[in-house]
């Protein structure tokens, strides 16, 4: 005799961690930030010739002139207007916008200050196709997701302060053929990645709220964290090491 099981009786749905529990999961993803790459490691540390680090400046303008585009895409798929009008400074940031020239003028001057001309970064010349395909992949994602799931792809911006205050603590002394007038960028994104990360943070712990959606916030902060982490792979076996000057 065969008896019919009751599924109610066999199966327990998760329970979703609270807010803070959430918020302690998203921020322990930066144990695989890019900032433990090996080649990033080697950046900060004064270990990259002039070659690698103009590579990594020209690739990186390419990630710098996307995010708008990425920005929009959100812009374009979010039906609340406050949360619109808080985004829509992240474009400006990037874009500028009056007397502000924003984050990709400021990147080009890092190249020029790196010794690179403004018509080699904006031809992509020095942009290998493992860079072009992450970025264009995170950008496509942003086009194509529902925009809470692009807002949280954002929050890879936590762990982007300490970043920028390593470039800063060392590249004066590491690089010192990069005019200092370049670094400029550096020193903008720590306060305005914070102001990023309060907004984003806001978004995501309200909207994912449920088991699955928590564990579906955290595979989209790594596949953020991959794009990050692929680009740097791509821009190391672009350029052969060599001694650092």
């Known amino acids: 005799m065969t008896h019919a099981i009751d599924m109610k009786d066999t199966t327990h749905e998760a329970r979703p961690w609270s807010r803070a529990e959430f918020e302690a999961r998203l921020r322990a993803k ?6 433990h790459h090996p080649f990033n490691v080697r950046l900060n540390s004064g270990r990259c010739t002039r070659e690698q680090v103009r590579c990594w400046i020209a690739n990186r303008f390419y990630y710098q002139i996307s995010i708008p585009q990425k920005d929009a895409a959100i812009l374009s798929n979010c039906p609340d207007r ?3 009008r808080r985004w829509m400074l992240r474009l400006l940031d990037h874009d500028g916008w009056q007397d502000n020239e924003g984050g990709i003028e400021a990147w080009a001057r890092l190249g ?10 904006w031809s992509q010349e020095l942009l290998v196709p493992g860079v072009r395909f992450a970025v264009d992949a995170y950008v496509n994602f942003a086009r194509r997701a529902p925009w809470q799931e692009a807002v949280c792809s954002s929050l890879t911006e936590m762990f982007a302060p300490q970043i920028h205050l ?3 603590a060392g590249w004066p002394r590491f690089y010192p053929w990069i ?10 994104r720590v306060p ?14 309200d909207h994912f709220t449920t088991a699955a959606q928590q564990q579906r916030a955290l595979d989209i902060l790594q596949f953020k ?4 982490w692929s680009m740097l792979d791509a821009i190391e076996r672009a350029v052969p090491e060599g001694n650092p000057i």
């Open 30 to 35: 930066g144990a695989r930030y890019h900032i």
């Open 82 to 84: 406050e949360v619109r």
């Open 112 to 121: 020029e200050a790196a010794g690179l001309d403004r018509e080699t970064l």
């Open 166 to 168: 390593d470039r800063l």
């Open 179 to 188: 005019g200092a007038d370049g670094l400029a960028y550096f020193r903008s």
């Open 192 to 205: 305005l990645a914070q102001r990023d990360v309060e907004h984003g943070l806001q978004v995501t712990l």
């Open 225 to 228: 964290l991959d794009i990050l």
